[in-house]
């Protein structure tokens, strides 16, 4: 017995719930916030009207352009810790050699799972000058003149909160990675290896150029994921030293609820998404600039 085909209307009311639920949780917030922005507002009923006055702070405000550059700091580091070491692993479980290729998936996919501020607070554990495992470590080795008060060091503090962000998601580009790399024709990686092709060699000129697009996709996540980083580095060191670790989500947050301006906060926020999509739409204009140079 044949089944009937689904009604358009049926159709469309399925397509509609996640529609709505989408808008419900990203628009709405966002024009919220842009109608918020014109406004100066401490929170309650009243409000004054004060037109882009906040936009004009903002683009003059030297914590939130020193938050900025924190965020591309942490998505350079991110781009190449997460998706490039991401990338080394795949290439290594890929191989013949490697055995139970599934449980090397599994775990390593583990640490995407933990919530980011169980992860802060698991690095600030290791950090801690007292009972952490880094100057324990050191100590053991003999180098009890390096260990020191990790997360108060202003010079090192973004690099130190960047790790975690590196070994939460490893595994999760790495899984998105490997799914690219299994639809690669083995006759093809074979063939470059009878050419003498090295490891190193199949993976840049064999591999890379193949599953091209899934490694935007992955670096477009990157970005992304970490301009709006926020959870473990407020775990970790709330902005501190002063704001050698200050990034623009926690700036916003600070602004909004910890001082009460819910107007320029908002302003923050639209800046937020602004520079996020100018940092995005930048990245694809290189790459496609790039690809045109080779053709």
């Given at each position: 017995m044949l089944s009937k085909k689904p009604k358009a209307h049926v159709i469309i009311g399925y397509l509609c719930i996640p529609l709505l639920l989408y808008i419900f949780a990203v628009f709405v917030p966002l024009v919220t916030s842009l109608f918020y922005s014109f406004f100066e507002w401490k929170g309650g009923p009243n409000k004054t009207f004060i037109g882009i006055e906040n936009y004009i702070t903002l683009l003059k405000d030297t914590t939130f352009w020193q938050a900025f550059g924190h965020n591309i700091y942490l998505v350079i580091l991110c781009i190449i810790g997460q998706v490039g070491i991401a990338f080394?692993?795949?290439?290594?479980i890929s191989t013949r050699f490697v055995k139970l290729k599934g449980i090397h998936r599994t775990f390593g996919f583990f640490p995407s799972t933990i919530s980011a501020v169980a992860v802060g607070f698991i690095w600030t554990m290791i950090y801690d000058n007292r009972r952490g495992i880094l100057n324990w470590f050191l100590e053991a080795i003999g180098q009890e003149d390096k260990t020191q008060v990790w997360l108060n060091n202003p010079d090192l503090v973004m690099t130190l909160v960047?790790?975690?962000l590196i070994w939460q998601f490893i595994g999760y580009y790495m899984v998105i990675l490997l799914s690219a790399t299994s639809t690669i024709d083995k006759e093809i990686l074979e063939s470059a290896e009878l050419d003498g092709a090295s490891a190193f060699q199949r993976a840049i000129y064999?591999?890379?150029p193949m599953i091209k697009s899934t490694i935007v996709v992955c670096?477009?996540?990157?970005?992304s994921g970490n301009m709006k980083a926020f959870d473990n580095i407020y775990v970790?060191?709330?902005?501190?030293?002063?704001?050698?670790?200050?990034?623009?989500a926690m700036y916003g947050y600070s602004v909004s609820f910890?001082?009460?301006?819910m107007g320029y906060g908002s302003a923050i926020s639209v800046g937020i998404f602004v520079l996020g999509l100018l940092v995005i739409g930048l990245m694809q204009l290189l790459q496609s600039v790039a690809t045109r140079e080779k053709e």
């Open positions: 080394i692993f795949v290439m290594i960047a790790i975690p064999v591999v890379m670096i477009v996540l990157c970005v970790m060191t709330a902005g501190g030293p002063g704001t050698s670790s200050m990034v623009m910890q001082q009460q301006n």
